[in-house]
Protein backbone atom coordinates (compact mmCIF):
# COMPACT_ATOMS: atom_id res chain seq x y z
CA UNK A 1 0.00 0.00 0.00
CA UNK A 2 1.22 3.55 -0.79
CA UNK A 3 1.13 5.49 2.01
CA UNK A 4 0.84 9.27 1.78
CA UNK A 5 2.62 11.55 2.84
CA UNK A 6 -30.79 -21.41 10.79
CA UNK A 7 -27.24 -22.49 11.35
CA UNK A 8 -26.70 -25.27 8.65
CA UNK A 9 -23.71 -27.63 8.64
CA UNK A 10 -21.93 -25.76 6.18
CA UNK A 11 -22.33 -22.71 8.81
CA UNK A 12 -20.77 -24.80 11.44
CA UNK A 13 -18.02 -25.28 8.59
CA UNK A 14 -17.14 -21.85 8.37
CA UNK A 15 -16.69 -20.82 12.22
CA UNK A 16 -14.49 -24.24 12.97
CA UNK A 17 -11.08 -23.63 13.50
CA UNK A 18 -11.03 -20.11 13.18
CA UNK A 19 -8.97 -18.94 16.40
CA UNK A 20 -10.99 -16.41 18.52
CA UNK A 21 -10.83 -15.13 22.11
CA UNK A 22 -14.43 -15.80 22.17
CA UNK A 23 -17.09 -18.97 20.92
CA UNK A 24 -18.48 -16.68 17.73
CA UNK A 25 -20.86 -19.76 17.18
CA UNK A 26 -24.40 -19.62 18.20
CA UNK A 27 -26.50 -22.32 19.44
CA UNK A 28 -30.20 -23.26 18.52
CA UNK A 29 -32.62 -20.82 20.35
CA UNK A 30 -33.91 -21.72 23.43
CA UNK A 31 -38.06 -21.61 23.87
CA UNK A 32 -38.89 -19.21 26.35
CA UNK A 33 -39.89 -20.96 29.16
CA UNK A 34 -36.34 -20.41 31.16
CA UNK A 35 -36.33 -23.99 32.22
CA UNK A 36 -33.91 -25.73 29.84
CA UNK A 37 -30.18 -25.19 30.83
CA UNK A 38 -30.76 -21.84 31.19
CA UNK A 39 -28.80 -21.96 34.69
CA UNK A 40 -25.67 -19.14 34.61
CA UNK A 41 -26.82 -17.54 31.72
CA UNK A 42 -26.68 -14.19 30.95
CA UNK A 43 -29.65 -11.69 28.75
CA UNK A 44 -29.23 -8.82 26.68
CA UNK A 45 -32.72 -7.44 26.38
CA UNK A 46 -33.13 -4.11 24.43
CA UNK A 47 -35.41 -0.76 24.68
CA UNK A 48 -36.97 1.57 22.55
CA UNK A 49 -36.57 5.52 23.47
CA UNK A 50 -39.87 6.46 24.50
CA UNK A 51 -41.72 8.68 21.41
CA UNK A 52 -43.81 10.24 24.44
CA UNK A 53 -40.78 12.28 25.77
CA UNK A 54 -42.17 10.80 28.98
CA UNK A 55 -39.34 8.21 29.78
CA UNK A 56 -41.25 5.41 30.20
CA UNK A 57 -39.59 2.57 28.60
CA UNK A 58 -40.26 0.86 25.64
CA UNK A 59 -39.14 -2.89 26.16
CA UNK A 60 -39.09 -5.35 22.90
CA UNK A 61 -41.50 -8.05 22.95
CA UNK A 62 -38.95 -10.06 24.50
CA UNK A 63 -38.22 -7.82 27.05
CA UNK A 64 -41.61 -7.73 28.09
CA UNK A 65 -42.01 -11.29 28.46
CA UNK A 66 -39.51 -10.87 30.59
CA UNK A 67 -41.00 -8.12 32.57
CA UNK A 68 -44.09 -10.11 32.72
CA UNK A 69 -42.40 -13.08 33.88
CA UNK A 70 -40.31 -10.91 36.85
CA UNK A 71 -43.71 -9.42 37.94
CA UNK A 72 -42.75 -5.91 36.63
CA UNK A 73 -39.84 -5.48 38.83
CA UNK A 74 -36.99 -4.85 35.09
CA UNK A 75 -39.27 -2.28 34.68
CA UNK A 76 -39.58 -0.53 37.98
CA UNK A 77 -36.02 -0.98 38.29
CA UNK A 78 -34.95 0.69 35.21
CA UNK A 79 -37.33 3.80 36.24
CA UNK A 80 -35.69 4.23 39.10
CA UNK A 81 -31.76 3.99 38.33
CA UNK A 82 -31.51 7.15 36.15
CA UNK A 83 -32.27 8.96 32.80
CA UNK A 84 -33.89 7.02 30.01
CA UNK A 85 -31.19 4.78 28.12
CA UNK A 86 -29.83 6.07 25.06
CA UNK A 87 -29.40 4.26 22.15
CA UNK A 88 -26.05 1.91 22.47
CA UNK A 89 -25.69 2.46 26.28
CA UNK A 90 -26.78 0.03 29.00
CA UNK A 91 -27.77 -0.69 32.66
CA UNK A 92 -26.87 -3.90 34.06
CA UNK A 93 -29.73 -5.85 36.97
CA UNK A 94 -28.74 -8.80 39.11
CA UNK A 95 -30.90 -11.16 40.40
CA UNK A 96 -34.27 -10.55 39.14
CA UNK A 97 -34.75 -14.67 37.72
CA UNK A 98 -32.65 -17.58 39.18
CA UNK A 99 -32.20 -18.81 35.17
CA UNK A 100 -30.31 -15.56 34.40
CA UNK A 101 -28.25 -13.97 37.26
CA UNK A 102 -27.25 -11.12 35.02
CA UNK A 103 -29.47 -9.25 33.13
CA UNK A 104 -28.22 -6.24 30.43
CA UNK A 105 -30.62 -3.59 29.30
CA UNK A 106 -29.31 -2.13 25.98
CA UNK A 107 -30.74 1.17 24.45
CA UNK A 108 -31.90 0.85 20.70
CA UNK A 109 -32.40 4.05 19.94
CA UNK A 110 -36.10 5.10 17.94
CA UNK A 111 -38.21 1.99 17.46
CA UNK A 112 -39.15 3.21 13.64
CA UNK A 113 -35.44 3.89 12.86
CA UNK A 114 -34.86 2.45 8.96
CA UNK A 115 -33.08 4.12 6.12
CA UNK A 116 -30.82 7.12 7.23
CA UNK A 117 -30.41 8.61 3.44
CA UNK A 118 -27.85 11.28 5.19
CA UNK A 119 -26.13 8.21 6.85
CA UNK A 120 -26.16 5.53 3.82
CA UNK A 121 -27.21 3.04 6.08
CA UNK A 122 -29.94 1.39 7.86
CA UNK A 123 -29.89 3.13 11.41
CA UNK A 124 -32.24 0.78 12.90
CA UNK A 125 -29.99 -2.08 11.98
CA UNK A 126 -26.35 -0.23 13.02
CA UNK A 127 -28.56 0.26 16.39
CA UNK A 128 -29.25 -2.75 17.23
CA UNK A 129 -25.56 -4.81 15.91
CA UNK A 130 -24.01 -1.91 18.70
CA UNK A 131 -26.28 -2.48 21.15
CA UNK A 132 -26.57 -6.23 21.46
CA UNK A 133 -22.03 -5.94 20.85
CA UNK A 134 -22.11 -3.46 23.56
CA UNK A 135 -24.62 -5.53 26.03
CA UNK A 136 -22.61 -9.09 25.12
CA UNK A 137 -19.17 -7.72 26.02
CA UNK A 138 -20.52 -6.62 29.74
CA UNK A 139 -21.87 -10.33 29.38
CA UNK A 140 -18.37 -11.65 29.01
CA UNK A 141 -16.92 -9.21 31.81
CA UNK A 142 -19.00 -10.92 34.52
CA UNK A 143 -17.03 -14.11 33.03
CA UNK A 144 -20.55 -15.58 32.00
CA UNK A 145 -19.77 -18.72 29.64
CA UNK A 146 -23.09 -17.93 27.88
CA UNK A 147 -25.35 -15.15 26.97
CA UNK A 148 -28.97 -15.44 25.64
CA UNK A 149 -29.74 -12.28 22.71
CA UNK A 150 -32.92 -10.48 22.26
CA UNK A 151 -33.56 -10.57 18.52
CA UNK A 152 -35.02 -6.82 18.74
CA UNK A 153 -36.86 -6.79 16.00
CA UNK A 154 -33.90 -7.98 13.51
CA UNK A 155 -32.41 -11.57 14.35
CA UNK A 156 -29.95 -11.08 11.67
CA UNK A 157 -28.45 -7.43 12.91
CA UNK A 158 -28.46 -9.21 16.42
CA UNK A 159 -26.53 -12.03 15.67
CA UNK A 160 -23.79 -9.65 14.02
CA UNK A 161 -23.75 -7.63 16.43
CA UNK A 162 -23.32 -10.55 19.50
CA UNK A 163 -20.67 -12.31 17.27
CA UNK A 164 -18.46 -9.12 15.57
CA UNK A 165 -18.74 -7.33 19.13
CA UNK A 166 -17.46 -10.35 20.99
CA UNK A 167 -14.28 -11.69 18.88
CA UNK A 168 -10.46 -10.35 19.54
CA UNK A 169 -7.36 -11.51 18.61
CA UNK A 170 -5.29 -12.88 21.03
CA UNK A 171 -4.19 -16.56 19.72
CA UNK A 172 -0.33 -15.88 21.08
CA UNK A 173 -1.52 -14.37 24.54
CA UNK A 174 -1.54 -16.79 27.71
CA UNK A 175 -3.78 -14.70 29.20
CA UNK A 176 -7.66 -14.73 27.45
CA UNK A 177 -10.37 -13.09 27.71
CA UNK A 178 -13.45 -15.84 28.99
CA UNK A 179 -15.29 -17.61 26.18
CA UNK A 180 -18.75 -16.59 25.57
CA UNK A 181 -21.67 -17.87 23.45
CA UNK A 182 -24.40 -16.16 22.44
CA UNK A 183 -27.35 -17.52 21.82
CA UNK A 184 -30.86 -16.63 20.52
CA UNK A 185 -33.36 -15.53 22.87
CA UNK A 186 -36.50 -17.30 22.19
CA UNK A 187 -37.54 -19.80 19.19
CA UNK A 188 -38.86 -16.80 16.51
CA UNK A 189 -36.48 -15.86 13.97
CA UNK A 190 -33.44 -18.36 14.30
CA UNK A 191 -33.58 -18.65 10.69
CA UNK A 192 -32.12 -14.49 10.36
CA UNK A 193 -30.13 -15.24 13.54
CA UNK A 194 -28.17 -17.60 11.98
CA UNK A 195 -27.82 -15.83 8.59
CA UNK A 196 -26.70 -13.15 10.85
CA UNK A 197 -23.86 -16.00 12.78
CA UNK A 198 -22.75 -16.82 9.36
CA UNK A 199 -22.36 -13.31 7.79
CA UNK A 200 -20.07 -12.27 11.25
CA UNK A 201 -18.34 -15.46 11.30
CA UNK A 202 -17.30 -14.93 7.69
CA UNK A 203 -16.09 -11.13 8.90
CA UNK A 204 -14.25 -12.75 12.04
CA UNK A 205 -12.22 -15.08 9.25
CA UNK A 206 -10.84 -11.74 7.37
CA UNK A 207 -10.10 -10.16 11.05
CA UNK A 208 -8.47 -13.24 11.75
CA UNK A 209 -6.13 -13.19 8.97
CA UNK A 210 -5.49 -9.68 8.84
CA UNK A 211 -4.59 -9.38 12.53
CA UNK A 212 -2.09 -12.41 12.41
CA UNK A 213 1.72 -11.46 12.35
CA UNK A 214 3.10 -11.72 9.06
CA UNK A 215 5.77 -14.90 10.16
CA UNK A 216 2.22 -16.76 10.87
CA UNK A 217 0.47 -15.88 7.78
CA UNK A 218 3.21 -16.42 4.65
CA UNK A 219 1.52 -16.55 1.08
CA UNK A 220 1.30 -20.43 1.51
CA UNK A 221 0.18 -20.28 4.90
CA UNK A 222 -2.85 -17.70 4.14
CA UNK A 223 -3.35 -20.16 0.71
CA UNK A 224 -3.43 -23.44 3.14
CA UNK A 225 -5.85 -22.28 5.63
CA UNK A 226 -8.36 -21.38 2.77
CA UNK A 227 -8.23 -24.21 1.35
CA UNK A 228 -8.37 -25.69 4.91
CA UNK A 229 -12.25 -23.89 5.42
CA UNK A 230 -13.56 -24.73 2.10
CA UNK A 231 -12.39 -28.61 2.00
CA UNK A 232 -15.39 -30.11 3.10
CA UNK A 233 -17.42 -28.01 0.29
CA UNK A 234 -17.97 -30.51 -2.99
CA UNK A 235 -18.80 -27.92 -5.01
CA UNK A 236 -15.63 -25.89 -4.47
CA UNK A 237 -12.45 -26.17 -5.85
CA UNK A 238 -8.80 -24.48 -4.87
CA UNK A 239 -5.79 -24.27 -6.76
CA UNK A 240 -2.62 -23.14 -5.25
CA UNK A 241 -0.48 -22.00 -7.51
CA UNK A 242 3.54 -22.13 -7.66
CA UNK A 243 5.67 -19.97 -8.84
CA UNK A 244 7.06 -22.20 -11.54
CA UNK A 245 3.00 -21.62 -12.99
CA UNK A 246 2.82 -18.03 -12.31
CA UNK A 247 6.17 -17.34 -14.59
CA UNK A 248 4.23 -19.66 -17.16
CA UNK A 249 1.39 -17.42 -16.95
CA UNK A 250 4.29 -14.50 -18.08
CA UNK A 251 2.20 -12.69 -14.90
CA UNK A 252 5.94 -10.34 -14.61
CA UNK A 253 4.39 -7.54 -12.56
CA UNK A 254 3.39 -9.59 -9.79
CA UNK A 255 7.01 -11.59 -9.99
CA UNK A 256 8.67 -8.49 -9.75
CA UNK A 257 7.58 -7.60 -6.31
CA UNK A 258 7.50 -11.22 -5.26
CA UNK A 259 11.43 -11.80 -6.29
CA UNK A 260 12.87 -9.11 -3.23
CA UNK A 261 11.16 -11.39 -0.77
CA UNK A 262 12.73 -14.93 0.22
CA UNK A 263 9.24 -15.95 0.92
CA UNK A 264 7.99 -17.72 -2.63
CA UNK A 265 4.91 -16.16 -4.45
CA UNK A 266 1.11 -17.98 -4.83
CA UNK A 267 -1.26 -17.35 -6.89
CA UNK A 268 -4.39 -18.32 -4.72
CA UNK A 269 -7.46 -19.36 -7.77
CA UNK A 270 -10.82 -20.75 -5.78
CA UNK A 271 -14.18 -21.82 -8.09
CA UNK A 272 -17.34 -21.95 -6.31
CA UNK A 273 -20.11 -23.81 -8.41
CA UNK A 274 -23.48 -22.74 -6.50
CA UNK A 275 -25.27 -22.14 -9.21
CA UNK A 276 -27.69 -24.56 -11.07
CA UNK A 277 -26.28 -24.41 -14.13
CA UNK A 278 -22.19 -24.46 -13.62
CA UNK A 279 -21.48 -22.97 -17.14
CA UNK A 280 -23.16 -19.97 -15.53
CA UNK A 281 -20.76 -16.34 -15.57
CA UNK A 282 -19.25 -16.49 -12.41
CA UNK A 283 -18.92 -13.32 -10.36
CA UNK A 284 -14.65 -12.78 -10.29
CA UNK A 285 -13.85 -11.73 -6.91
CA UNK A 286 -9.82 -10.07 -7.37
CA UNK A 287 -8.04 -9.28 -3.65
CA UNK A 288 -4.46 -7.74 -3.30
CA UNK A 289 -2.63 -10.19 -1.20
CA UNK A 290 0.61 -8.41 0.27
CA UNK A 291 1.33 -10.89 3.41
CA UNK A 292 3.71 -7.97 4.55
CA UNK A 293 4.70 -4.50 3.08
CA UNK A 294 7.55 -2.83 4.01
CA UNK A 295 7.66 -0.64 0.80
CA UNK A 296 10.75 -2.66 -1.04
CA UNK A 297 13.35 -0.21 -1.69
CA UNK A 298 11.00 3.02 -1.09
CA UNK A 299 11.22 1.64 2.39
CA UNK A 300 8.37 2.87 4.79
CA UNK A 301 8.68 4.94 7.71
CA UNK A 302 9.42 2.16 10.79
CA UNK A 303 6.59 3.50 13.04
CA UNK A 304 3.60 2.22 12.11
CA UNK A 305 5.49 -0.33 9.82
CA UNK A 306 3.77 -3.26 11.59
CA UNK A 307 0.01 -3.17 10.23
CA UNK A 308 1.35 -3.58 6.85
CA UNK A 309 0.27 -7.45 7.95
CA UNK A 310 -2.45 -6.28 7.09
CA UNK A 311 -2.02 -5.04 3.60
CA UNK A 312 -3.42 -8.38 2.15
CA UNK A 313 -6.71 -7.52 3.65
CA UNK A 314 -8.00 -7.33 -0.34
CA UNK A 315 -7.19 -11.00 -0.42
CA UNK A 316 -8.55 -11.84 3.12
CA UNK A 317 -11.83 -10.39 2.44
CA UNK A 318 -12.95 -11.36 -0.68
CA UNK A 319 -11.84 -15.30 0.05
CA UNK A 320 -13.52 -15.01 2.90
CA UNK A 321 -16.56 -13.49 1.38
CA UNK A 322 -16.29 -17.05 -0.64
CA UNK A 323 -16.44 -18.87 2.14
CA UNK A 324 -19.28 -16.96 3.91
CA UNK A 325 -21.08 -17.47 0.17
CA UNK A 326 -20.06 -21.35 0.42
CA UNK A 327 -21.76 -21.59 4.04
CA UNK A 328 -24.98 -19.68 2.69
CA UNK A 329 -24.95 -22.04 -0.07
CA UNK A 330 -25.55 -18.74 -2.55
CA UNK A 331 -26.81 -19.66 -5.87
CA UNK A 332 -24.00 -18.51 -7.94
CA UNK A 333 -20.72 -19.28 -9.40
CA UNK A 334 -18.05 -17.24 -8.17
CA UNK A 335 -14.46 -17.11 -8.73
CA UNK A 336 -12.17 -16.47 -6.24
CA UNK A 337 -8.51 -14.85 -7.44
CA UNK A 338 -5.39 -14.08 -4.86
CA UNK A 339 -1.80 -12.97 -5.40
CA UNK A 340 -0.04 -13.35 -2.22
CA UNK A 341 3.58 -12.77 -1.78
CA UNK A 342 5.74 -10.31 0.32
CA UNK A 343 6.82 -6.71 -0.56
CA UNK A 344 10.98 -6.69 0.82
CA UNK A 345 13.64 -4.83 0.42
CA UNK A 346 16.75 -6.77 -1.07
CA UNK A 347 19.75 -7.09 -3.54
CA UNK A 348 16.88 -9.01 -5.68
CA UNK A 349 14.21 -6.03 -5.59
CA UNK A 350 12.25 -4.07 -7.63
CA UNK A 351 14.53 -0.83 -7.91
CA UNK A 352 12.64 2.90 -8.51
CA UNK A 353 12.54 3.23 -12.69
CA UNK A 354 12.81 -0.69 -12.85
CA UNK A 355 10.50 -1.52 -16.21
CA UNK A 356 8.35 -4.87 -15.76
CA UNK A 357 6.14 -6.54 -18.36
CA UNK A 358 2.16 -6.91 -17.25
CA UNK A 359 0.34 -10.08 -18.34
CA UNK A 360 -1.28 -8.31 -21.39
CA UNK A 361 2.10 -7.04 -22.28
CA UNK A 362 1.72 -3.58 -21.45
CA UNK A 363 5.94 -2.57 -19.85
CA UNK A 364 5.25 -0.57 -16.42
CA UNK A 365 7.97 1.69 -14.98
CA UNK A 366 8.05 1.38 -11.50
CA UNK A 367 8.92 4.79 -9.77
CA UNK A 368 7.44 4.05 -6.40
CA UNK A 369 8.02 0.26 -4.92
CA UNK A 370 5.47 1.12 -2.12
CA UNK A 371 3.03 1.41 -4.99
CA UNK A 372 3.41 -2.95 -5.38
CA UNK A 373 -0.39 -3.45 -4.55
CA UNK A 374 -1.25 -2.62 -8.29
CA UNK A 375 1.75 -4.33 -9.70
CA UNK A 376 -0.01 -7.85 -8.21
CA UNK A 377 -3.77 -6.78 -9.08
CA UNK A 378 -2.55 -5.77 -12.84
CA UNK A 379 -1.89 -9.06 -13.47
CA UNK A 380 -4.72 -10.78 -11.58
CA UNK A 381 -7.17 -8.80 -13.41
CA UNK A 382 -5.98 -9.51 -16.77
CA UNK A 383 -6.18 -13.51 -15.84
CA UNK A 384 -9.50 -12.30 -14.72
CA UNK A 385 -10.63 -11.73 -18.02
CA UNK A 386 -10.20 -15.42 -18.81
CA UNK A 387 -13.66 -16.63 -17.39
CA UNK A 388 -16.37 -14.91 -18.91
CA UNK A 389 -17.30 -13.28 -15.83
CA UNK A 390 -20.59 -11.51 -15.68
CA UNK A 391 -18.50 -8.75 -13.18
CA UNK A 392 -14.84 -8.66 -11.75
CA UNK A 393 -14.95 -7.13 -7.94
CA UNK A 394 -11.38 -6.45 -7.17
CA UNK A 395 -10.77 -5.01 -3.59
CA UNK A 396 -6.89 -3.81 -2.30
CA UNK A 397 -5.59 -1.96 1.29
CA UNK A 398 -4.43 0.01 -2.23
CA UNK A 399 -3.68 3.49 -1.26
CA UNK A 400 -2.65 5.86 1.67
CA UNK A 401 -4.61 8.53 -0.22
CA UNK A 402 -7.80 6.79 0.21
CA UNK A 403 -7.85 6.94 4.01
CA UNK A 404 -7.07 10.52 3.71
CA UNK A 405 -9.69 10.95 1.25
CA UNK A 406 -12.85 9.20 3.04
CA UNK A 407 -10.79 7.97 6.42
CA UNK A 408 -12.53 4.59 7.73
CA UNK A 409 -16.53 5.77 7.25
CA UNK A 410 -16.61 4.22 3.91
CA UNK A 411 -14.85 1.89 1.23
CA UNK A 412 -14.18 4.02 -1.89
CA UNK A 413 -15.51 2.56 -5.10
CA UNK A 414 -14.49 3.12 -8.54
CA UNK A 415 -16.15 1.66 -11.04
CA UNK A 416 -16.93 1.86 -14.71
CA UNK A 417 -20.80 -0.10 -14.12
CA UNK A 418 -23.87 1.85 -12.44
CA UNK A 419 -25.63 -1.48 -12.64
CA UNK A 420 -22.74 -3.16 -10.44
CA UNK A 421 -22.55 0.25 -8.48
CA UNK A 422 -26.04 0.09 -7.55
CA UNK A 423 -25.64 -3.25 -6.10
CA UNK A 424 -22.77 -3.01 -4.03
CA UNK A 425 -24.37 0.73 -3.12
CA UNK A 426 -27.75 -1.22 -1.93
CA UNK A 427 -25.61 -4.03 -0.06
CA UNK A 428 -23.79 -1.52 2.01
CA UNK A 429 -26.79 0.08 2.78
CA UNK A 430 -28.32 -3.09 4.81
CA UNK A 431 -24.54 -3.98 6.17
CA UNK A 432 -23.62 -0.83 7.25
CA UNK A 433 -20.15 -1.53 5.79
CA UNK A 434 -20.44 1.62 3.24
CA UNK A 435 -19.48 2.38 0.47
CA UNK A 436 -18.84 5.40 -1.61
CA UNK A 437 -18.76 6.23 -5.43
CA UNK A 438 -14.98 7.78 -6.72
CA UNK A 439 -13.91 9.19 -10.28
CA UNK A 440 -12.75 7.07 -12.91
CA UNK A 441 -12.38 10.23 -15.16
CA UNK A 442 -9.71 10.54 -18.08
CA UNK A 443 -8.18 13.11 -16.19
CA UNK A 444 -6.18 10.47 -14.19
CA UNK A 445 -5.67 8.19 -17.01
CA UNK A 446 -3.57 10.66 -18.77
CA UNK A 447 -1.65 11.41 -15.68
CA UNK A 448 -0.29 7.42 -15.21
CA UNK A 449 -0.17 6.80 -18.47
CA UNK A 450 2.31 10.15 -19.89
CA UNK A 451 5.40 7.90 -18.76
CA UNK A 452 8.97 7.93 -20.08
CA UNK A 453 10.50 5.24 -20.33
CA UNK A 454 6.85 2.56 -20.74
CA UNK A 455 3.46 2.24 -21.67
CA UNK A 456 2.28 3.17 -17.60
CA UNK A 457 3.42 4.49 -14.52
CA UNK A 458 2.86 2.47 -11.89
CA UNK A 459 1.97 6.37 -9.56
CA UNK A 460 0.68 9.41 -11.16
CA UNK A 461 3.10 12.24 -12.39
CA UNK A 462 2.00 14.66 -10.30
CA UNK A 463 2.73 12.38 -7.05
CA UNK A 464 1.14 12.57 -4.47
CA UNK A 465 -2.59 14.70 -6.00
CA UNK A 466 -5.38 11.97 -6.50
CA UNK A 467 -3.45 9.12 -5.29
CA UNK A 468 -6.60 6.98 -5.25
CA UNK A 469 -7.85 7.51 -8.16
CA UNK A 470 -4.85 7.59 -9.97
CA UNK A 471 -4.14 3.89 -9.04
CA UNK A 472 -7.44 3.10 -9.67
CA UNK A 473 -6.73 4.73 -13.16
CA UNK A 474 -3.50 2.55 -13.26
CA UNK A 475 -5.45 -0.64 -12.65
CA UNK A 476 -8.13 0.44 -15.31
CA UNK A 477 -5.97 0.06 -18.09
CA UNK A 478 -5.56 -3.58 -17.49
CA UNK A 479 -9.37 -3.94 -17.53
CA UNK A 480 -11.58 -4.71 -20.77
CA UNK A 481 -14.31 -6.00 -18.91
CA UNK A 482 -17.88 -4.07 -19.01
CA UNK A 483 -18.60 -4.66 -15.56
CA UNK A 484 -15.30 -4.04 -12.80
CA UNK A 485 -15.14 -2.33 -9.50
CA UNK A 486 -12.30 -1.45 -7.92
CA UNK A 487 -12.98 -1.42 -3.80
CA UNK A 488 -10.04 0.63 -2.19
CA UNK A 489 -10.19 -0.88 1.71
CA UNK A 490 -7.31 1.05 2.83
CA UNK A 491 -9.10 3.48 4.79
CA UNK A 492 -11.16 0.52 6.39
CA UNK A 493 -8.34 -1.48 6.88
CA UNK A 494 -8.34 -1.29 11.30
CA UNK A 495 -11.35 0.06 13.26
CA UNK A 496 -10.01 2.28 17.01
CA UNK A 497 -13.59 2.66 17.66
CA UNK A 498 -15.09 4.35 14.93
CA UNK A 499 -17.38 0.82 14.50
CA UNK A 500 -18.66 0.61 17.86
CA UNK A 501 -19.21 -3.07 17.67
CA UNK A 502 -15.70 -4.01 16.28
CA UNK A 503 -12.85 -4.27 19.28
CA UNK A 504 -9.56 -2.25 18.15
CA UNK A 505 -7.43 -4.38 15.83
CA UNK A 506 -8.11 -5.41 12.20
CA UNK A 507 -11.40 -4.70 10.80
CA UNK A 508 -12.15 -7.31 8.53
CA UNK A 509 -13.70 -5.38 5.90
CA UNK A 510 -16.42 -5.17 3.90
CA UNK A 511 -16.59 -8.70 4.26
CA UNK A 512 -20.59 -8.66 5.13
CA UNK A 513 -21.12 -6.02 2.42
CA UNK A 514 -18.86 -8.24 -0.16
CA UNK A 515 -21.27 -11.37 1.04
CA UNK A 516 -24.59 -9.52 0.35
CA UNK A 517 -23.86 -8.04 -3.24
CA UNK A 518 -23.15 -11.49 -4.06
CA UNK A 519 -26.30 -12.67 -2.66
CA UNK A 520 -28.16 -9.78 -4.18
CA UNK A 521 -26.52 -10.68 -7.81
CA UNK A 522 -28.02 -14.19 -7.06
CA UNK A 523 -31.38 -12.81 -7.00
CA UNK A 524 -30.67 -10.42 -10.35
CA UNK A 525 -32.48 -11.90 -12.93
CA UNK A 526 -31.66 -9.13 -15.18
CA UNK A 527 -28.97 -9.20 -17.88
CA UNK A 528 -26.58 -6.27 -16.77
CA UNK A 529 -26.91 -2.81 -19.09
Not at 478 to 501: C, Q, R
Request: proline share 5%.
Amino acid sequence: MLLPCVRSGAARRLARDVPRACSCSAQGPSPRGYSRDTAGKGLVLGVYSSEKGDGAAQFTSAGDAFDRLVSGKLRALLSLCGPPLKKGKTRIFHGLHQDFPSVVVVGLGKKNAGINEQENWNEGKENIRTAVAVGCRQIQDLEIPCVEVDPCGDAQAAAEGAVLGLHEYNELKQKKKPVVTPQLHGSAESQAWQKGVTYAEGQNLARYLMEAPANYITPIKFAEHIEQKLRTFSNVKVHIRPESWITTQEMGAFLSVAKGSAEPPIFLEIHYLGSANTDDSPLVFVGKGVTFDSGGISLKPSSGMDAMRADMGGAATVCSAIVTAAALNLPLNIIGLAPLCENMPSGKANKPGDVVRAKNGKTIQVDNTDAEGRLLLADALCYAHNFNARAIVNAATLTGAMDVALGSAATGVFTNSSWLWTHLYEASILTGDRVWRMPLFEHYTKQVTDCPLADVSNIGKYSRAGGACTAAAFLKEFVTASHWAHLDIAGVMSNKDEVPYLRKGMAGRPTRTLVEFAARLSQDTHSAK
